[in-house]
């Protein structure tokens, strides 16, 4: 029996929005590009290979011109639902259709994401970065959600300092732990390994990077709890970033629900939280 297949709204991929073409993909399009003769280059001249990746064209975009679309990033090509082979190098005047996947250089991949959160949907986003968490071949051993959340204890309702951040698109579970800091014991148990053998955990565990998003947060966020926050909005808050002088800043990662906001403090949120925060908050003028 094939297993079972990860939710597409629990994933996040390496670059968020982004995926990577089918092996079945890539086997049609060589074989295509194999049947075309390349044309000779001028004198002095070599090829390069240019290095894309496919991101889905935000629903803002549809019935744009490419050309309306060239400040948020360089559109290489466009593959249209249905088509194996995309067209490169569209012209500018060419409209984005729904669910069109946008072959852009990897260095645009965030952009194209910012460009729709902060100028198609009026969020603050003032930055993007990527964490260092953990993925594991192991999926958890008791019934939970597939969504970014606090783990739960299994021996009581209190928060057990494991954070459950869904799947990646080849089903790995994604984790990290509350303050970044590493609780063994737990994640043993949440995986349903025999503590007795946390050697096992070495075969099924490798690092992710986890791509998140800077937001000006509200003013009425100030010495809210985390917990507040989250409960109220149903954002989860990878991140707290603070200026803790003229110059000088730290990131509190995934804070405890016992933290508090301060006046000032920007918040680090996943692609599919600052996608929600859109139509959550108005946020101020930096």
């Known amino acids: 029996s094939e297993p079972a297949k990860t939710p597409r709204d629990a994933s996040l991929g390496f670059f968020g929005l982004a995926r990577e073409p089918s092996d079945r993909s890539f086997r049609n399009t060589n074989s295509a590009e194999a049947t075309q003769q390349p ?57 984005v259709e729904k669910g069109d996947l946008l072959l852009v250089p990897l260095c645009d991949v965030w952009s194209v994401n910012v460009h729709a959160l902060q100028v198609d949907g009026g969020c603050h986003v003032v930055g993007m970065g990527v964490k260092q968490i953990y993925r594991s071949s192991v999926p958890p051993a008791m019934e939970d959600l597939p969504q970014p959340r ?24 994604l984790f990290a732990f509350q303050d970044d800091i590493p609780r063994k014991n737990v994640l043993l148990q949440y995986l349903g390994i025999d503590v007795d053998s946390p050697s096992l955990l070495e075969n099924c565990i490798d690092r992710f990077w986890y791509q998140v998003y800077t937001v000006a947060v509200p003013e009425d966020w100030d010495r809210q709890l985390v917990e507040h926050i989250e409960d109220s909005t149903g954002l989860f808050i990878c991140g707290i970033l603070r200026h803790t002088g003229n110059t000088s800043r730290r990131v509190l990662w995934f804070p405890g629900p016992n933290e508090r906001f301060t006046k000032g403090d920007f918040v680090l949120l996943s692609l599919e939280g600052a996608t929600a925060a859109v139509n959550l908050w108005d946020t101020p003028d930096l």
């Open 150 to 173: 606090r783990a739960r204890s299994l021996l009581d309702t209190s928060t057990s300092g494991l954070i459950n951040l869904g799947f990646d698109d080849c089903g790995g579970f």
């Open 39 to 95: 044309e000779p280059l001028p004198e002095g001249s070599s090829r390069l290979r240019l290095q894309t990746c496919a991101v889905q064209a935000p629903d803002t975009w549809v019935g744009k011109q490419l050309r309306d679309l060239s400040r948020a990033a360089v559109i290489c090509g466009v593959k249209k639902e249905g088509r194996l082979v995309p067209s490169w190098f569209p012209a500018a005047s060419q409209k």
